[in-house]
């Protein structure tokens, strides 16, 4: 059972006491990442997640990596579109020193003119490696175009001009806006003396400023899913293909029948997709389907990997596979087979501390609260054949469709024919 607390401030802490574990996983969460940035200051979350780890008023960045490894914990962050995490997995015996260090870089890291430069280099040379992948630009492109005009749109990365122009003035005046205390949780999972961590964690996380209510994510309610194509050339031998589709937002408890949906048709080996594009026609080593949701709006996107030759033939099998879907759905026995599936792996990938705590964290930014394990299992299993009708006639609207296509010149042309 998950427990909250809060502090005198208002942070809150999330705890689920696990005493049969030897680890435990604390992380720290802001609400803060590329949908609340304006223009001039996309990428700025990303890079304040970069700096947290250079250096603090008693810690240099060596230091702070040194205590971590020295005691086998494994320390790191991630920032996404809604949300920024820091956490650090440690044997529960070593909690003490991950929580001074993770709280020491949350809350008095200095932002050392020398460090921010160098890792501005660091981050440039991440987008540049992301720009080169032509299958991690395909993703960045079939969210940025699906979502173009919408904050969701905006690159987590940022652009390099943004990245390169960041003064320590920038980021004090973002961490103002969202680093506040009702707009940070922590979550914590695993074997822990909960009255010992609220006792630190009020030491250590107190006096972070508050300001009386968490910030709220941008609705962009006017904005609407259009159709759109985009084709990029790159000199590569594989093209690298993305059509993107609406679907549900986070709030909506209609995501879990989009999840089965989404499953069937590209989310394993057994899925139309895999068994009809990589195993019948041998198009593709590469054919998948996920959902992507937010507190807003959500997605649907599906991705193959194919010879420039192949990428029409590809392309026209997979919508037809999408309009065989829709007009005949599924079957009982597919739908049973398809929410086994789902259920085995989120069981499977609860078993470890870091993967509760990263569920509490952004249950409760996007949703409000944790859910437990059963929450998900009984919304799994009342997903029924109208919920699965209700999402394939949803999702599957080709006038809100999103294609991207990357790769060689020769026939991108064919794609664009079949996305107009």
């Known amino acids: 059972m998950v427990r909250e607390n809060r502090l005198s401030n208002g942070v809150r802490v999330y705890g689920e006491y696990l005493p049969d574990m030897r680890?435990?996983?604390?992380?720290?969460?802001?609400?803060?990442?590329?949908?609340?940035?304006?223009?001039?200051?996309?990428?700025?979350?990303?890079?304040i997640e970069h700096m947290l780890f250079k250096g603090t008023e008693r810690?240099?960045?060596?230091?702070?990596?040194a205590e971590i490894d020295n005691i086998g914990g494994q320390a790191n962050a991630f920032t996404a579109k809604e949300m920024t995490c820091y956490y650090v997995k440690v044997m529960d015996e070593r909690l003490s020193v991950a929580t001074d260090v993770l709280c020491d870089m949350f809350c008095h890291s200095v932002f050392d003119a020398k460090e921010m430069e160098k890792e501005k280099g660091v981050i440039l040379e991440e987008i540049a490696m992301s720009n080169d992948n032509p299958e991690?630009?395909?993703?960045?492109?079939?969210?940025?175009?699906f979502f173009a005009g919408n904050a969701i749109g905006?690159?987590?990365?940022?652009?390099?001009?943004?990245?390169?122009?960041?003064?320590?003035?920038?980021?004090?005046e973002y961490m103002d806006e969202c680093y506040y205390a009702e707009n940070v949780i922590v979550a914590v999972v695993g074997n822990y003396d909960e009255a010992w961590l609220l006792d630190e964690l009020e030491k250590k996380l107190g006096g972070i400023q508050s300001k009386g209510a968490p910030l709220s994510f941008p609705k962009d309610e006017l904005?609407?899913?259009?159709?759109?194509?985009?084709?990029?050339?790159?000199?590569?031998?594989?093209?690298?293909?993305?059509?993107?589709f609406p679907a549900?937002?986070?709030?909506?408890?209609?995501?879990?029948?989009?999840?089965?949906?989404?499953?069937?048709?590209?989310?394993?080996?057994?899925?139309?997709?895999f068994q009809k594009i990589r195993e019948e026609m041998g198009m593709a080593y590469s054919i998948y389907c996920y959902p992507a949701i937010y507190s807003s709006h959500g997605m649907l996107a599906i991705y193959a990997g194919t010879s420039s030759e192949n990428a029409p033939k590809a392309v026209r099998a997979v919508l037809e596979e999408v309009k065989r879907l829709k007009k005949e759905l599924i079957?009982?026995?597919?739908?049973?087979?398809?929410?086994?599936?789902?259920?085995?792996?989120?069981?499977?990938?609860?078993?470890?501390?870091?993967?509760?705590?990263?569920?509490?964290?952004?249950?409760?930014?996007?949703?409000?609260?944790?859910?437990?394990?059963?929450?998900?299992?009984?919304?799994?299993?009342?997903?029924?054949?109208?919920?699965?009708?209700?999402?394939?006639?949803?999702?599957?609207?080709?006038?809100?469709?999103t294609g991207v296509f990357v790769g060689a010149v020769d026939h991108c042309g064919e794609v664009e024919d079949l996305f107009s």
């Open 331 to 401: 079957t009982p026995e597919e739908l049973h087979n398809t929410k086994e599936q789902l259920r085995g792996n989120f069981i499977l990938g609860q078993e470890s501390s870091a993967a509760k705590m990263n569920s509490i964290g952004k249950n409760v930014l996007l949703g409000g609260s944790p859910l437990s394990e059963e929450d998900v299992l009984e919304s799994l299993n009342l997903v029924d054949m109208d919920a699965v009708r209700e999402a394939v006639d949803m999702v599957f609207d080709e006038e809100k469709m």
């Open 23 to 47: 680890s435990v996983t604390i992380g720290i969460w802001a609400k803060a990442g590329s949908v609340m940035e304006t223009q001039e200051q996309n990428g700025i979350s990303h890079y």
């Open 154 to 172: 905006k690159t987590i990365l940022g652009p390099a001009e943004n990245v390169r122009r960041f003064t320590r003035e920038d980021i004090r």
């Open 248 to 273: 549900y937002s986070f709030l909506d408890p209609r995501k879990y029948a989009l999840s089965a949906v989404a499953n069937l048709l590209g989310g394993s080996m057994s899925s139309r997709l």
């Open 59 to 65: 810690r240099g960045y060596q230091q702070i990596a």
């Open 136 to 145: 991690d630009l395909a993703h960045e492109k079939m969210a940025e175009t």
């Open 223 to 244: 904005w609407k899913p259009e159709r759109h194509y985009l084709s990029i050339k790159r000199d590569v031998e594989q093209a690298h293909v993305g059509i993107v």
